[in-house]
């Protein structure tokens, strides 16, 4: 537990030195996204990075598989998240909607804090909200709009080829991509993934708002 402790002290110290970026404007539509962190029983070596003693810690990152039904991404890779109610802030909606999917219900506590927005290509300026889960959770995915929950170690977004750069004939910017396992989880989860291991973990002030999207995240 000493070791989890560390981590969020970690991550509530990197937050809190980082200025955030809202972006977006009224031509956009509101989203929030959950980053929850969670005790999963997993080994990450942390010690390669800079200002760092060596030692673990068993965190994951809860991701989810979008259902194949929906008509928007389906299948695709994705943070507990969804359009902002009026009336709501995004940590109110970041947590809503995690209870809604996963079935993992937390107070406003167990927001650590924010990272910049990412205006994505389907007219959404998406708020990622970190969270703080604590110890390993029994989650239920909700059917309609989840195909299946993924617990992922920290440590597989601190890999030395990620994230990976692609240029497309459509964009002059480069699409991220984030490798997890022998596959890829793409932009905007990926950019939201890798702000939140060089802002949070690495305590890197890294910007994300320039990546591109593959084109079929824009629609």
């Not at 060596?54 to 259902?67: G, N, P």
């Not at 695709?76 to 009336?87: F, N």
């Amino acid at each position: 537990m000493e070791c989890d402790e560390r981590l969020k002290q970690r991550i509530e110290a990197n937050l809190a030195r980082f200025a955030v970026e809202r972006l977006g404007d009224h031509r956009h539509r509101s989203a929030a996204v959950a980053i929850t962190v969670a005790d999963e029983g997993y080994g990450a070596d942390l010690s390669g990075l800079p200002n760092h003693d060596a030692w673990q810690t068993r965190a994951a990152l809860i991701l989810t598989r979008r259902a194949s039904q929906l008509r928007d991404h389906a299948g695709q890779w994705a943070l507990p998240g969804g359009r902002i109610d009026e009336g709501e802030t995004p940590e109110q909606t970041a947590l809503r909607e995690m209870e809604e999917e996963v079935g993992l219900s937390l107070g406003a506590n167990a927001v650590i804090g924010r990272l910049d927005d990412f205006v994505t290509r389907s007219g959404y300026a998406i708020t990622p909200v970190v969270v703080w889960a604590g110890p390993r959770r029994t989650l239920v995915r909700n059917p309609a709009e989840v195909e299946s929950i993924h617990r992922i170690p920290i440590d597989e977004f601190m890999r030395e080829d990620a994230p990976v750069l692609e240029s497309i004939p459509e964009s002059d910017r480069p699409v991220l991509r984030m490798p997890v396992g022998d596959s890829w989880i793409a932009a905007p989860t990926a950019a939201m993934l890798y702000q939140f291991r060089e802002v949070c973990i690495a305590g890197r002030a890294t910007r994300v708002a320039h990546y591109e999207q593959p084109q079929f995240a824009w629609r």
